[in-house]
């Protein structure tokens, strides 16, 4: 359908077929946060006024992947890069490869609650959109707002922490700021329960190794690099006691997800016991790392404004696989929440990572003389978006 309108493009377009957003309206919108800021906009996607908690991410692309993460749930997500939109986005139901999770993007819809973009890109190229992400997001009953300065709000949450808010959209976009306690803070729900499966299912089941994973709001890549590894994954609910299933299995591993790790206790609790009577491989990443190191014994803490974008650095103080003590690594996060590093650590556990920015722990395993084969990083090794320095950790 591109080629049909190709001639009509301007010559330096062509073989670049643009499509313009027919969605994107001129209703006033308005950004408010309960520390008292507004920023004024114009609206696209869906006219529907929202809270939510205000986060900001430096990734310079992916933003289809970044807001259908299960992780973003319930975040106004801003985006530090300037351009949003440009790519257009894809059909979710692409099949990538004969080991197809179902989903191209990393889950059926648009996670977050809402986007932030200083300039949304009216007309989209690439070979594989199917719409704009105004219309995109219009379906999935999303807004955003353009036409903000991006990096004023981000240099705010950086000084001041990641920070609730309110999407004001339409008429609503010229009523008053809301009163501080109207702001809907998600951080107090436990996201997890309403993003995992409810019910256990099977991917790949003619697999040969077999990996349950307990799911907080698993990232479709996460399960897709699982299955391409040649692994048949039962994914089960956040909350399900796998001490019940264990023996069936070669490998636990725990999903990222939304939210406080706190109201994962229980979950933190079971893999305790897991780890106590079972010596199989047990790995986790972001929310599942923050999991592995509450049932070790770590405190789980919250962070000012998180890491979140393509671009973190960690440094590697211990060596596995293809992984080299001392060499650092550029990794994709989505975090809030992070495992406190004290000193001694817990017996039995040391730290495998930490982050060169700000010295948070990046990664946790079991030491070679404990007799466990555990292991969890902060980061997403799988990276979609992202680099791929850590893939075969
Ligand atoms: N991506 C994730 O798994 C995030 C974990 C957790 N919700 C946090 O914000 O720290």
Redesign the pocket.
């Known amino acids: 359908m591109f080629i049909r309108s190709i001639s009509r493009l301007p010559l330096f377009a062509r073989g670049l077929a643009t499509h313009a957003s027919p969605e994107l309206t001129s209703l006033p919108a308005v950004l408010h946060l309960k520390s008292g800021q507004s920023f004024t906009g114009r609206s696209f996607g869906a006219p529907k006024s929202i809270f939510g908690e205000t986060v900001f991410s430096t990734s310079i692309t992916s933003y289809t992947e970044s807001m259908t ?1 299960p ?1 973003y749930r319930g975040q106004i997500l801003v985006f530090t890069t300037p351009l949003i939109g440009n790519y257009g986005v894809p059909n979710n139901k692409t099949p990538i490869d004969s080991q197809d999770v179902g989903v191209l993007l990393e889950s059926q819809g648009i996670q977050c609650t809402a986007v932030v973009v200083a300039d949304l890109a009216e007309k989209f190229s690439h070979h594989a959109a199917v719409e704009s992400l105004s219309s995109w997001c219009h379906r999935h009953g999303v807004p955003g707002i353009t036409g903000v300065d991006t990096r004023t709000i981000t240099s705010l949450l950086r000084d001041q922490g990641t920070t609730l808010g309110r999407l004001a959209i339409g008429a609503d976009a010229s009523a008053s700021a809301p009163e501080a306690s109207e702001y809907w803070d998600p951080s107090e729900e436990n996201l997890v329960d309403q993003v995992s499966t409810k019910t256990p299912y099977v991917l790949n089941p003619t697999g040969d190794i077999k990996i349950a994973v307990l799911d ?2 698993a990232k479709a890549n996460i399960l897709r690099s699982l299955v391409r590894r040649g692994a048949a994954v039962t994914v089960l609910p956040w909350d399900y006691d796998f001490n019940k299933v264990r023996d069936q299995y070669d490998g636990l591993f725990l999903s ?6 706190g109201h994962c206790m229980p979950a933190a609790m079971n893999l305790r016991k897991t780890m106590e009577q079972w010596d199989k491989p047990v790995f986790g ?4 790392h ?1 999991i592995i190191g509450m049932a070790a014994g770590l405190d789980a803490y919250r962070m000012t404004f ?1 890491n979140r974008g393509h671009n973190q650095p960690v440094l590697a103080l211990a060596s596995s696989g293809s992984i080299k003590a001392g060499r650092v690594y550029v990794t994709s996060q ?5 495992l406190k590093l004290q000193d001694p650590f817990p017996q039995g556990w040391e730290p495998f990572f930490i982050n060169c920015n700000d010295s948070s722990v990046e990664g946790i395993k079991s030491t070679p003389d404990s007799g466990k084969k555990v292991w969890g990083v902060q980061f ?1 090794p799988e990276s979609a978006g992202g680099p791929l320095d850590t893939i075969e950790v």
């Not at 990222?256 to 790790?261: A, K, L, R």
């Not at 990443?285 to 599942?288: E, L, R, S, T």
């Open positions: 993460d992780s907080f709001g990222n997800g939304p939210g406080d790790p990443i972001c929310m599942g923050q998180g989505n975090h809030q929440y992070a997403h």
